[in-house]
């Protein structure tokens, strides 16, 4: 019912940034996407969340990204972005997309980021 569809990721050193880019496509127009938030996974940890955003602007951030990352959205493109500064090796995963509507979450396919030292 929705496909998402992340780009953005790449290789970048400590301290730059990168911006992740999400476009949602709904199969069926009359579902409403409520809440799009970004997650992450790095290898053998659980996947964890990092950020939402809700259809009327309201947003929240995981306390080990709070003023470097910032969510925002484009409600007439159903499209989340996260602009990730500062970056710490420690950011390094694969980063998801995922937005809840009233019948389901739905998960994008991933978009690796990785930060050296």
């Known amino acids: 019912q929705v496909q998402l569809v992340e780009s953005g990721g790449g290789l970048v050193q400590a301290g730059g940034s990168l911006r992740l880019s999400c476009a949602a496509s709904r199969t069926i127009s009359s579902i409403s996407i409520n809440v799009m938030s970004w997650y992450h996974q790095a290898p053998g940890k659980p996947r964890e969340w990092v950020a939402s955003?809700?259809?009327?602007?309201?947003?929240d951030y995981a306390d080990s990204v709070k003023g470097r990352f910032t969510i925002s959205g484009d409600n007439a493109k159903n499209s989340v972005y996260l602009q990730m500064n500062s970056l710490k090796p420690e950011d390094t995963a694969v980063y998801y997309c995922?937005?809840?509507?009233?019948?389901?979450?739905?998960w994008g396919q991933g978009t690796q980021v990785t930060v050296s030292s």
């Open positions: 955003i809700t259809s009327g602007g309201s947003t």
């Open positions: 995922a937005c809840t509507t009233a019948v389901g979450r739905y």
